[in-house]
């Protein structure tokens, strides 16, 4: 497998306090990949020091083949990141904060003109591009957030908790955006969220935990791996039986012994909601 990322024991402190505590992970060319964890479990710090905005105190770090701590401009003319917090100008239109972005990296005359009619036909904002950013809703900021993000082409996709107050309407069409994105141009996309159903869409989940890494998979590994099914019984005489089974393979057994007595059967399938607590507040048994 070729690598848009290659982290390997990372670290970084702040004085006495171990912000990553040799985290390592990588992070597949052209995927969709999520980095989970809660607040302050060091998914800023370590997405701070891939997009080089601040150095790590020891390990290495890889974009698209560039270190981040000794080739920083190289990576930086690879990615494009979209921050929680929108920083374009809100006095100026859609179009004309597009134009100053791909002024800033190099792009002028008919060269930028293109660069940015890409972005504004691949994110679909065309409809709103001559009105001011201010005046954009929640969702038409986003887009254009990502658009601006896009001008110059980049290889991997920081997309940090992008969806974060977007009604669920919008939040779908916004994943169908960048989903589109993703598989035509063959951009990896590395995400941050709190919505478990959006990182369920991923090829490849990490979850970092106290500056730790404490698992990475698909989501069906990670379902398999760290959480289990509940088999919920109610039986003809009234009687209720609720039990815990690895997999929804495994409930035929117990299906099959009580046949005869059962009057309903509902087998509630582990999520990445269970992972994710699982991982981040005590293991359970899943056996």
């Known amino acids: 497998m070729n690598y848009a990322m290659q982290v390997e024991n990372l670290k970084k402190n702040y004085g006495a306090v171990e912000a990553l505590k040799g985290v390592s992970f990588t992070v597949g060319e052209g ?7 809660t607040n302050g ?15 790590a105190s020891s ?10 701590s000794k080739q920083s401009q190289d990576v930086r003319k690879q990615i494009g990141v979209v921050f929680q917090d929108g920083v374009l100008d809100p006095l100026l239109t859609v179009s004309e904060n597009l134009h100053v972005r791909a002024g800033l990296y190099g792009f002028s005359g008919a060269k930028r003109k ?28 986003r887009r254009t957030d990502i658009a601006r993000a896009l001008v110059h082409t980049p290889k991997v996709l920081f997309l940090d908790e992008p969806t974060t107050g977007l009604d669920p309407k919008t939040r779908r069409d916004m994943w169908r955006m960048i989903r589109n994105l993703q598989e035509t141009t063959g951009m990896t996309v590395f995400l ?23 698992a ?23 009687e209720y039986m609720e039990q815990k089974v690895a997999a929804t393979i495994d409930a035929l057994p117990i299906i099959d012994k009580h046949r005869e007595q059962i009057a309903n059967v509902e087998i509630i399938n582990g ?17």
């Open 41 to 55: 479990a060091g998914k800023s710090t370590t997405i701070s020091i891939l997009t080089t905005f601040l150095a």
């Open 216 to 238: 990475q998979g698909t989501p069906l590994e990670l379902k398999t791996q760290y959480c289990t099914d509940v088999l919920k019984l109610t039986l003809k005489n009234g």
């Open 31 to 37: 995927s969709l990949f999520s980095f989970l964890g």
């Open 271 to 287: 999520t990445l909601d269970d992972v994710f607590l699982n991982l981040t507040e005590g293991l359970e048994d899943v056996n």
């Open 114 to 141: 293109s660069v940015v009619e890409n972005a504004v036909r691949i994110t679909d904002i065309g409809d709103f591009e001559n009105r001011p950013y201010k005046d954009l809703s929640g969702g038409m900021k």
């Open 192 to 214: 941050t969220t709190h919505y478990m159903e959006e990182a369920a869409e991923s090829d490849d989940i990490v979850v970092i935990h106290k500056g730790e890494i404490k």
């Open 59 to 68: 390990g290495t770090a890889l974009v698209c083949g560039f270190d981040v």
